[in-house]
């Protein structure tokens, strides 16, 4: 059943929650070396990921869609595609979302900094150096991000979740399945989000604009099976392979696709009946405004 990611760890740090999602895009050399990268995966999978409590891949999506040419129309019509401004960032093969119960961890135990610098650990930091250069070897381009799991959604947009029991959900209950599922065998939606400055959250002002976005689409979303599974907070980033010529070689550059404010997961469920509502492009209105179009994506 599709819910809202929950971020409960096992994890104890003075009783409180600093769990994080390490988000990360790939794009591929080619498919030829794709096989490397799935090593490296397995290992963190099998090896890495079951001795830390509260560790868990929660999301691993493939991109179906392919960049649309330079002569293409529709190019800057944002909810199709984006402008070619941030073609490297919708130009990618997969991501995957890590939830970890604290960042002290994936330094451990992914990074492993204790074994590579002091020669200590449980795990040997030879093997997963070997996977980590056979990984770059695979890699034309990695995007990262360190996010946290945005709550404001449970209180403030409810009708966005799905929960256990709920009745509000579209749920046959008979056949224990989930309509979303069957609609578009679990296909889901990536946003990619950021925001303008004059909305930048962490300058201090509210974001009215997706605010309202948010409050006018929800019943849309909710009648249409389009359920929220993730609001992921960006707090840093970091990307390699990136050409030297273009906007995001400069870290520091407000229009580096790296400096995303928030990525958002949720399924895809009868989209294409909620976009021809009156109401969906009013709410569209006011998420244009409220986002730098040429760096988010959808």
């Known amino acids: 059943m599709y819910q809202y990611l929950d971020d409960t760890t096992t994890a104890d740090d003075d009783n409180n929650n600093n769990t994080i999602y390490m988000i990360e895009m790939v794009k591929f050399h080619d498919d030829g070396k794709k096989g490397l990268y ?3 995966m397995a290992y963190l999978t099998d090896v ?19 960049i649309p040419s330079s002569s293409s129309d529709d190019e800057n019509h944002y909810h199709h595609t984006t402008s ?4 490297h960032l919708q130009d990618w093969d997969e991501m ?34 070997e996977l980590l250069e056979a990984r770059t070897m695979a890699i034309q381009q990695s995007h990262v991000w360190v996010a946290s799991l945005n709550q404001d959604i449970n209180t403030d947009y409810p009708g966005l979740v799905m929960y256990d029991n709920n009745d509000n959900n579209n749920i046959d209950d008979n056949n224990n399945e989930n309509v979303v599922a069957n609609n578009f065998d679990d296909t889901l939606i990536l946003h990619a989000y950021k925001y303008n400055n004059h909305n930048n959250q962490e300058e201090g002002s509210d974001n009215n604009n997706i605010a309202n ?16 599974l ?8 970091c990307s390699t392979n990136v050409n030297a010529d273009d906007d995001t ?10 400096s995303l404010d928030q990525i958002r997961i949720e399924t895809m469920g009868n989209y294409l009946t909620a976009i021809g509502q009156k109401d969906w492009y009013q709410g569209l209105q006011y998420l244009h405004q409220g986002i730098d179009t040429d760096h988010s994506l959808t």
């Open 38 to 40: 799935e090593q490296y």
């Open 48 to 66: 890495i990921l079951p001795n830390i409590d509260g560790a868990r891949i929660v999301f691993r999506m493939k991109n179906p869609i392919t």
């Open 84 to 87: 070619n401004t941030n073609n």
């Open 96 to 129: 995957v979302v890590i939830q970890y119960p604290k960042a002290s961890t994936y330094l451990q135990y992914v990074l492993m900094e204790e074994s590579r610098m002091y020669n200590v650990g449980d795990t040997d930091y030879g093997i997963m150096k």
């Open 213 to 228: 976005y948010d409050q006018i689409t929800e019943s849309i979303k909710h009648n249409n099976d389009m359920y929220t």
């Open 230 to 237: 993730a609001w992921l907070d960006i707090h840093a980033s």
């Open 249 to 258: 070689s400069d870290s520091n550059n407000k229009n580096n696709i790296n």
